[in-house]
């Protein structure tokens, strides 16, 4: 007896519900989602996010390539979650925040803290009061820590990166981007000086644009909470 009449629609049935399970709706909910804008005085101000064409986006591409996402997500979860009030964002993350994305570093674990706002001011991972750490990581902050994480986070057990740098004589008055507030166990010997290459720095200008906390209709942002351990 042929079933050729039930195997056949039953194929196209399946094609048809997998289609519509992953396209065809997830494309009608997001895929029609613009920056948020906002009109003042008539004039459209205030937008975001707005798309990312800089030294970031080749950073992005270097935070991928070196595996930092099987690591850290970029995803700050609900308000009522401990992902708030640890300081990782003001407000919970949304798919419009990553309209220009492509493709979005959501991340795979979580090794290590959520990266989603590092770049912003109010970004913590660990109690104010931490001696260890100061409150707003800059630029020659996040370079020693991606030359090496325990000389700013003692027990840190992160990997270092120091791969992305190089040690070269001093010339002249030395280099401005030279790696500074080293720990006097990883100062390099004299007359050298240890300077970040074209990847460390484009990843560093990465980390400092990562910044969702900008308040959002459909996320508003909490007011900050005491940070974590306090
Ligand atoms: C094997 C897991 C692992 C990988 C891979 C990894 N990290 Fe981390 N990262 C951690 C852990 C654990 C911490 C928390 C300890 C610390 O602060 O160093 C951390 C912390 C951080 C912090 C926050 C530091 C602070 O307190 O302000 C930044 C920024 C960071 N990582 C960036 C990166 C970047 C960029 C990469 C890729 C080049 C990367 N990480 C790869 C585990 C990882």
Excluded at 87 to 103: C, H, L, M, Q, S
Excluded at 160 to 174: D, V
Aim: net charge neutral; hydrophobic share 35%.
């Amino acid at each position: 007896m042929s079933h050729s009449g039930i195997i056949f629609p039953g194929i196209i049935a399946c094609f048809a519900v997998s289609l519509t399970a992953t396209v065809i709706v997830p494309n009608a909910q997001l895929g029609s989602l613009s920056p948020e804008f906002k009109e003042e005085d008539g004039r459209v101000v205030d937008s975001y996010p707005v798309a990312d064409v800089s030294l970031a986006a080749r950073g992005k591409e270097v935070y991928v390539s070196q595996g930092c996402q099987s690591c850290h997500t970029q995803v700050v979860r609900g308000s009522d979650t401990a992902d708030v009030e640890r300081g990782w964002g003001a407000r919970k993350t949304v798919p419009r925040d990553y309209i220009f994305e492509n493709p979005p570093v959501i991340g795979a674990g979580r090794l290590g803290p959520d990266l989603a706002n590092i770049g912003s001011k109010s970004w913590r991972n660990e109690p104010a009061d931490d001696p260890y750490k100061p409150e707003k990581r800059d630029a020659d902050w996040q370079m020693l820590h991606l030359y090496h994480p325990t000389a700013v986070s003692k027990l840190s057990n992160m990997p270092s990166y120091s791969f992305l740098f190089k040690t070269h004589r001093i010339a002249g008055s030395g280099d401005k981007d030279a790696l500074k507030g080293l720990p006097k166990s990883l100062l390099p010997q004299e007359g050298f000086e240890i300077i970040p290459s074209a990847d460390a720095k484009a990843l560093v200008a990465y980390l400092l644009s990562l910044d969702r906390s900008h308040s959002l209709k459909e996320a508003p942002a909490v007011a900050a909470t005491a940070p974590a351990g306090k």
